[in-house]
């Protein structure tokens, strides 16, 4: 097959849980989605609903008690079937990640570039004066000055946005063909958090490298997806384009997300919160997972998980109601 055409990942009916004293935590529970090539994709969610856990599964990096079932198929290869030495060659070169605190994914007792030769010393032949001429050159792509200065400096010695571009360095290093980018602007400002998307977006219209962009901000996978994977106590509850999802946005999840967005226009109005949380991974409701804080909820919905209704080509909703004016649906008593 002509791996051009195929998408760089595919993740089929991908299950992850945790073996704990309790019995099997399911943490993702048969999500199915697709990368294309040059794509910035999100998966986006509130904390606990396994945007994490799924990312942390292609990068091959889940403790010893996890167990993974169904295809994350990168690149025509299977990563759930790789050894540990494959998945090894695969993650920083390949694929990388960049995390939401670099002053955690940063080792604080080595200099930024030595940080950065590191992944290229693992992963390509060049020399020591070629690895550090490619080191300066990519702290200069990613937007610092001084790259030959900067090279010196420790990571506290960095503010967090210059720290955070050093991560990113890090992962474009061996011009990996999927960046995973996971809550990548929530510890710095706003400025700042503006100036890593267009950094984001920069990189992936230069190099092609394809990108999950994790966020449980809407507003942020507006400014830089073309598709979104809404994800929900495990599930994948609605997935479209982006500028569909803003549009006709369909799952009562999503909308609740929407609708706790801040506005200029709602400045001094209360935002409206989902009530209740989500469910701890060791809960194991019979129904829709998101039923005890549905305000459309009926009787059905206590008892089977929906399915993934097609709205179109490209949208598609996990509700019983996809689709449907939900005006007249009773509440359920709770
Ligand atoms: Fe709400 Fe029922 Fe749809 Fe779940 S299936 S989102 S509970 S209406």
């Known amino acids: 097959m002509n791996k051009g055409a195929a998408p760089l990942m595919s993740v089929r009916d991908l299950s992850i849980g945790f073996r704990t004293k309790a019995g099997l935590a ?24 396994g945007k994490t856990v799924t990312a942390l599964a292609m990068m091959g990096l889940l403790p010893g008690n996890s ?84 090279y010196h400096k420790y990571p506290h010695e960095l503010s967090g946005g210059m720290r955070q571009r050093i991560a990113i360095a890090i992962a474009i290093a ?75 946005p369909d799952h009562p999840y999503t909308i609740g997300l929407m609708k706790a967005i801040p506005r200029r226009e709602s400045k001094g109005k209360k935002l409206t919160d989902i009530p209740g949380k989500v469910p701890s991974i060791n809960d194991r409701l019979p129904g829709c997972p998101f039923e005890p804080r549905c305000s459309y909820a009926f009787e059905r919905c206590r008892a089977e998980i929906p399915r993934f209704v097609s709205l179109s080509d490209d949208h598609y909703s996990m509700c019983f109601l996809a689709g449907e004016s939900r005006s007249n649906t009773p509440r359920l008593k709770p």
């Open 67 to 150: 167990q993974v079932t169904g295809v994350l198929e990168f690149d025509l290869e299977d990563i759930v079937k790789m050894n540990e030495e494959e998945v090894r060659k695969l993650r920083g070169d390949e694929i990388s990640m960049v995390f939401q605190e670099p002053l955690t994914s940063l080792n604080p007792l080595w200099k930024v570039g030595r940080q950065i030769d590191e992944n290229l010393q693992m992963h390509t032949d060049l020399d020591r004066k070629a690895r550090f001429a490619r080191v300066v050159e990519l702290i200069n792509d990613v937007g610092l000055p001084d790259p030959e200065r900067l």
């Open 26 to 49: 399911r943490a993702v529970k048969g999500i199915s989605f697709d990368i294309a090539r040059g794509e910035i994709l999100g998966l986006v969610g509130e904390s606990g609903c």
């Open 174 to 248: 061996c011009r990996p063909k999927l960046i995973i980018t996971d809550e990548p602007t929530t510890a710095l400002d706003v400025t700042i958090q503006a100036q890593i998307l267009e950094l984001l977006k920069k990189i992936n219209d230069e190099t092609g490298s394809s990108v999950i962009f994790i966020s449980h901000n809407l507003d942020l996978v507006r400014e830089i997806c073309s598709s979104v994977c809404v994800m929900y106590a495990g599930f994948i509850v609605e997935k479209s384009p982006v500028e569909v999802l803003f549009s006709r």
